[in-house]
């Protein structure tokens, strides 16, 4: 099973994310808030993010960063606001832009899709 790095900053969420990716078998790190998503990507074999942490020119930072620190493996963002990120750069930098609420079988699947 993949090494999965969630990004949240919102905490119910996050930890809804770590029990749900944890229950089918994958291994979890948390990065609250976005603290630690530099240090804990170059272990990550996928990497879940929220756009907004806490807005969307951060997340935005955060996709650059990420990229720019090299890594390189597959990158899912969540948000609630997708218009935020579409035709932009930072659009071409991720895998998969999903939209809250995101149906927990799709989510899934997505997961199975990139990490195998």
């Given at each position: 099973?993949?090494?999965?790095?969630i990004a949240?900053?919102?905490?119910?969420?996050?930890?809804?994310?770590?029990?749900?990716?944890?229950?089918?078998?994958?291994?979890?790190?948390?990065?609250?808030?976005?603290?630690?998503?530099?240090?804990?990507?170059?272990?990550?074999?996928?990497?879940?993010?929220?756009?907004?942490?806490?807005?969307?020119?951060?997340?935005?930072?955060?996709?650059?960063?990420?990229?720019?620190?090299?890594?390189?493996?597959?990158?899912?963002?969540?948000?609630?606001?997708?218009?935020?990120?579409?035709?932009?750069?930072?659009?071409?930098?991720?895998?998969?832009?999903?939209?809250?609420?995101?149906?927990?079988?799709?989510?899934?699947?997505?997961?199975?899709?990139?990490?195998?």
């Amino acid at each position: 099973m993949a090494r999965i790095l969630i990004a949240e900053d919102d905490l119910d969420q996050l930890e809804m994310y770590a029990r749900l990716f944890e229950t089918v078998g994958h291994q979890v790190v948390l990065a609250p808030g976005g603290s630690g998503l530099m240090r804990g990507a170059s272990n990550a074999d996928l990497v879940v993010m929220d756009l907004r942490i806490p807005d969307a020119g951060r997340g935005m930072d955060l996709i650059r960063g990420l990229r720019a620190s090299g890594y390189a493996g597959p990158l899912v963002l969540l948000s609630g606001w997708p218009d935020e990120i579409y035709g932009t750069p930072e659009e071409q930098m991720v895998s998969r832009v999903m939209v809250k609420p995101v149906p927990v079988p799709e989510l899934l699947h997505v997961i199975d899709e990139l990490t195998t």
